[in-house]
Structure formats: structure tokens, C-alpha cells
């Protein structure tokens, strides 16, 4: 069975930083890319960043450009999430996916359908 485990989430004011930690737990695998995605109450899980493990190819979503970074530690085999600048609007309830290697991609995938693994999530509340 295949874990991924989120950290780093919380209460920060506007305007403030934190920075998500995913790693796997459990059994080996290869992944061809990591993402993450949001989901706030009420509203379907939105894309926010990606990025391809071999490569580094990276996509955001829109309505992080510019203020989040996702980035990659081979040896730790952990991606994070460094986000800057938060709003209330990114409230939600982040979580960290992969792709397996298996998949036949050449770019990593910006939709839920893209991934194969999911973290539980770890909450963001940015506080006005």
C-alpha cells in the first residue's frame, strides 16, 4: 500500500508564508511526477501545482502564480510546497498526488484523473 504523507499545514495570517512537505510511506514505487491540489468547502478539488520528477518540468495553477513554488529533494524523496503571500482565498484542504512511472506521460498531469496516489490532506487556514 502506497502512503503519501503530508505535513506543514496551519493557521497563518494574510500575507504570511507556509511551506507543505509530502513523502511516501509504505511500499517503494517510482513516480513520474508529483502534484498537489486544494480543496476548499463546497468547491471540487482545484490544481495548484506539478511537478515531474526526472525533469523538473513544473505548472501552476492560475491562482498561485507567482506567489507558490513547488519544488523537489531526490535523495529525500519528498516534494514540497512553498507558498508565499497567502489569502483567505487559499483556504482549503491541501493534498499531495503522484503518477506513478508507469503512466506514458511526457508532461506531468494537471488533472485529478492524472494521479494514481493520494495523501489524507492537510489543512490551510489563512485568517483575514
Known amino acids: 500500500q502506497v502512503q503519501l504523507v503530508e505535513s506543514g499545514g496551519g493557521l497563518v495570517q494574510t500575507g504570511g508564508s507556509l511551506r507543505l512537505s509530502c513523502a511516501p510511506s509504505g511500499r517503494t514505487f517510482s513516480a513520474y511526477a508529483m502534484g498537489w491540489f486544494r480543496q476548499a468547502p463546497g468547491k471540487e478539488r482545484e490544481f495548484v501545482a506539478t511537478?515531474?520528477?526526472?525533469?523538473?518540468?513544473?505548472y501552476y495553477g492560475d491562482a498561485v502564480k507567482g506567489r507558490f513554488t513547488i519544488s523537489r529533494d531526490k535523495v529525500k524523496n519528498t516534494v514540497y510546497l512553498q507558498m508565499n503571500r497567502l489569502e483567505p482565498e487559499d483556504t482549503a484542504v491541501y493534498s499531495c498526488?503522484?503518477?506513478?512511472?508507469?503512466?506514458?506521460?511526457?508532461?506531468?498531469?494537471?488533472?485529478?484523473?492524472?494521479?494514481?496516489?493520494w495523501g489524507q490532506g492537510t489543512q490551510v487556514t489563512v485568517s483575514s
Open positions: 511537478i515531474s520528477w526526472s525533469d523538473g518540468i513544473i
Open positions: 498526488a503522484c503518477a506513478a512511472a508507469g503512466r506514458l506521460l511526457t508532461r506531468p498531469p494537471r488533472v485529478v484523473s492524472g494521479y494514481d496516489y
